[in-house]
């Protein structure tokens, strides 16, 4: 017993070096590559060296399996990099929620019952909804990449969110169009019975007034229509008769083709319009091959937009993310902002291992709400309280046929807790 306890206390002193360099590289900003390695990347002595498990819950089949499957590969990109922390080795445990809430709950109890140290995941806004309660009950930090529900961290104190919300990418495309467009005829056309879009309408509502001023109304065509041609129409002539210049819809891509078809054939080439993350997806930005006059911008944050951007949001990790990624998936394979949101996910969990020297779930949340400005591949990583990035909105335009970062908020954006609970809930039966 005294062999094995002056073992422990002389592995200790030669540990105590080496801990010491690595907080002061973590306290000047460990996210470098230099520093990443020192910390996460140095390789097992031999098989005998423990593990820890990562549980990701993603859905690899069904509806929403493309954008699950984009989101593994950003894991395990990052898990092939940074396997290593402070000689744990990392391991990845995968389970399907088959793209459906019944699924996702199936899911998540097998997975917590194997007590991984933290979770990934998941794609799919219920299905990220429905995983609260049980991690919650495990006590099992989970980080989701690109749910954008203000609910899935506000119901879960252990819910963490990579991405932005609904209500922040709101926030940021009021600001580009009171502020960086000056606009004050500003038209918001949403569709009738879809709840999707109602905490960045808020979102957007809310903000557009901060910077109008109470005397200033800024919004002055606000309408809801079904996507068909004749009310498209309607919408359309009230656009151009009260001489709007931005105006924010919420349709798809087939929709949306429509919709610009009938704005072009009636000379409405100069508004600039606002829409939702989804029109970075490529059936849009595919569809906008038709329509190379008229400007859209959308909420978009990926390491693609960023080639561009002398900020600091820009990292040497989002550099790294592009070259690993090619050589990894094929130079033909272009990453999602899923796929980066889910590396970044990975990143900030083993931080926080690092960060907390300790796999509780108390320790590790604690220090996940620590990080202030730590840099990953899609920015900046500050939390509050309820888990939700404090940072810039970044918005994309297309140019060229691929998004491209055409602003970025002059303020750090944060997530407003939603007070419609009941709209905000997506129907089970869609996840």
Not at 22 to 37: D, E
Not at 192 to 220: M, P, Q, W, Y
Not at 372 to 386: P, Y
Request: hydrophobic fraction near 40%; charge should be negative; glycine fraction near 6%.
């Amino acid at each position: 017993m005294a062999d094995r306890q002056n073992t422990k206390f002389s592995i200790k002193k030669l540990m105590l070096p080496a801990v010491l360099l690595l907080a002061v590289l973590v306290l000047s900003g460990c996210s470098t590559w230099s520093s990443f390695r020192q910390t996460f990347i140095a390789e097992p002595q031999n098989d005998t060296d423990p593990s820890i498990t990562i549980g990701v819950i993603e859905p690899q089949s069904g509806r929403y399996a493309t954008k699950g499957k984009d989101e593994i590969k950003g894991i395990e990109l990052a898990n092939s990099i940074y396997n290593n922390v402070d000689g744990y080795k990392v391991k990845l445990v995968k389970v399907d929620t088959q793209s459906t809430v019944a699924g996702t709950e199936t899911a998540i109890k097998a997975l917590t019952e194997m007590h991984p140290v933290a979770i990934i995941g998941s794609a799919g806004e219920a299905s990220s909804l429905a995983i609260g309660e049980y991690v919650d009950e495990a006590g099992i930090p989970t980080m989701v990449p690109a749910a954008t529900n203000p609910l899935i961290t506000q119901n879960s104190r252990f819910c963490f969110r990579a991405c932005v919300t609904e209500s922040q990418m709101g926030e940021g495309l009021a600001e580009y169009a009171a502020k960086e467009l000056g606009s004050r005829k500003i038209a918001v056309v949403s569709l009738k019975n879809d709840s999707s879009t109602s905490a960045l309408l808020e979102g957007f509502d809310r903000r557009v007034k901060k910077i109008a001023g109470k005397r200033g109304r800024a919004v002055k065509l606000t309408m809801e229509i079904s996507p068909v041609e004749d009310e498209m129409k309607q919408v359309l002539t009230e656009i151009r008769r009260n001489s709007i210049d931005v105006c924010f819809v919420s349709m798809g891509a087939e929709e949306m083709n429509i919709f610009l078809t009938l704005a072009e054939e009636m000379g409405l080439e100069n508004v600039t319009f606002l829409g939702t993350r989804s029109w970075g997806d490529a059936s849009f930005i595919s569809m906008m091959d038709n329509h190379k006059e008229i400007k859209v911008v959308f909420p978009y944050e990926s390491v693609l937009t960023k080639n561009d951007d002398t900020s600091d949001t820009y990292t040497e990790e989002a550099q790294r993310f592009q070259i690993e990624y090619a050589n990894r998936y094929g130079a033909d394979d272009t990453p999602t902002d899923n796929a980066a949101l889910a590396y970044d996910s990975y990143l900030l969990l083993i931080n926080a291992f690092h960060n907390a020297k300790s796999m509780e779930g108390e320790d590790i949340r604690n220090a996940l709400l620590a990080f202030d400005g730590l840099k990953c591949a899609t920015g900046l990583f500050t939390f509050d309280d309820n888990g939700n990035v404090v940072r810039s909105v970044t918005l994309s335009t297309i140019k060229d046929g691929k998004p491209v970062t055409e602003y970025i908020t002059t303020k750090e954006a944060e997530a407003t807790e939603l007070e419609d609970l009941e709209n905000a809930v997506p129907d089970e039966s869609g996840n």
